[in-house]
């Protein structure tokens, strides 16, 4: 199993442009959500989805979407990006809402 | 406000000290993770408890739920463990609501 995987793993973006951000598990997890790291801060959510075709927004959704189509794929994508989006990007998931969450390697975006 | 503190922010120790990083928390939650970022940035869970004490080789993580309280300790401490270890918590009684992240604690081990 590859478990959650991400791609890319670095991506520099001018303002205004978009992107999307690729997350893919292959463990049959219902439970799936994107975070961002800020130097210094804690990991915050930014959307998460309980299933396929469900998702709902967590603490920092803004300037940010999401869609569910499948089990195994949550995209994240950027309409406008900004500089405040310079950040760490990580996909996990997991089996249900209290279990271990499995995380991907990250993708480290850079807006200028 | 749903806080989550911890401390040190970052420690230095010599191979082979006990280690003791702290977590404490606001309000009644439902579950705390201990989980490891690595320092090439891979994030790895190491324990998810609820109650009591759990043990995992040289790591083990307790809760007092009184207290508001989370120690993790890494026994005979070795290089390979340095790392940033991150504290985060389930508030509430219900378990679908989503973790609240510690900013992290920094652990250099040296040889």
């Known amino acids: 199993n590859a478990g959650v995987t991400q791609t890319p793993k670095f991506r520099i973006l001018k303002i205004g442009q978009s992107m999307t951000l690729q997350c893919t598990q292959d463990?049959?997890?219902?439970?799936m959500y994107w975070y961002r790291q800020d130097p210094g801060m804690g990991l915050k959510l930014i959307y998460y989805?309980?299933?396929?075709?469900?998702?709902d927004k967590g603490e920092v959704p803004n300037g940010y979407n999401v869609s569910r189509s499948t089990t195994e794929d949550f995209p994240l994508r950027l309409e406008l990006a900004a500089p405040s989006q310079t950040s760490v990007y990580f996909c996990?998931?997991?089996?249900?809402?209290?279990?271990?969450?499995?995380f991907g390697p990250g993708t480290r975006l850079t807006v200028l | 406000k749903n806080e989550v503190e911890q401390s040190p922010q970052n420690l230095t120790a010599q191979e082979g000290e006990f280690i003791t990083i702290n977590c404490s928390y606001s309000?009644?939650?439902?579950?705390l993770h201990w989980l490891q970022q690595h320092p090439g940035g891979g994030i790895v869970s190491l324990f998810m408890?609820?109650?009591g004490k759990k043990k995992h080789g040289r790591l083990i993580a307790t809760i007092n739920i009184q207290e508001k309280h989370s120690s993790l300790h890494i026994t005979a401490s070795h290089p390979r463990d340095s790392a940033v270890y991150i504290c985060?918590?389930?508030?509430?009684?219900?378990?679908?609501?989503?973790?609240?992240f510690g900013k992290g604690t920094r652990l250099s081990v040296i040889a």
């Open positions: 996990a998931s997991s089996y249900q809402s209290f279990a271990e969450q499995f």
């Open positions: 463990m049959n997890h219902n439970y």
């Open positions: 989805s309980v299933g396929a075709g469900i998702t």
């Open positions: 309000v009644g939650i439902s579950a």
């Open positions: 408890l609820s109650s």
């Open positions: 985060a918590v389930r508030f509430g009684n219900s378990g679908n609501t989503p973790l609240v």
